[in-house]
């Protein structure tokens, strides 16, 4: 189940998360559980896997703004890095990084089941 405490121990900013969303508990975990479901994920691994950097960089930038405006710096800090990485069409082995924000990503989803 996912709670605050949760989510803390996890590693996100809880109370900047909240504060974005008006110290509204219920709201806040409503989010995040949809934040994980996100098609953003697969779109991301998709393109990676066919060597669509634009496209990945579309999903990725998407995935930055949810994560960060959630505050789940676990999976925001390496979508920044690899926003980053996308926006100048950096050729490369993404596997590890993506292997990092899907992790994270399931660690979370695990929570909120």
Do not use: W
Request: net charge negative.
């Amino acid at each position: 189940m996912l709670t605050i405490d949760g989510l803390r121990q996890y590693g996100a900013d809880v109370d900047s998360g909240l504060g974005r969303c008006m110290n509204m508990e219920a709201f806040y975990l409503k989010l995040v559980d949809k934040a994980v479901k996100e098609e953003a994920f697969g779109k991301l691994s998709d393109a990676l896997a066919s060597g669509d950097l634009d496209t990945a960089f579309e999903a990725a930038h998407s995935l930055k703004g949810v994560t960060g405006n959630l505050a789940l710096t676990p999976m925001y800090d390496p979508l920044v890095e690899i926003t980053e990485l996308l926006r100048s069409r950096t050729e490369m082995d993404y596997s590890e990084i993506l292997g990092t924000i899907l992790g994270k990503r399931d660690e979370l989803e695990k929570m909120c089941e």
